[in-house]
């Protein structure tokens, strides 16, 4: 996932706009809004995302190639309260 939400990056979506893609507006799409917040309370699974500045070479599904200069990188995943690195 975190490749194609570096490839949002490049098409100049801001940071929050990709992050929010794929937490609470995936959440209320599909009516779960709890999965897309971080609340006392609520489930927590979370998915812990870094911006590296490097060049980085983005293909499509057609094949085309693009140098971005960021991605974002996945670091680990909390679920259930246990942190699994990736």
Known sequence: MAHVLSKFLYLGYSLEEVIAAVTTQAANWLQKPELGRIQVGDAAQ???????QEPTTLIDSEGEQRLADQRIETRGVFVNGEFLKC
Do not use: A, D, E, S
């Not at 979370?46 to 590296?52: D, S």
């Open 46 to 52: 979370l998915t812990l995302f870094t911006v590296i």
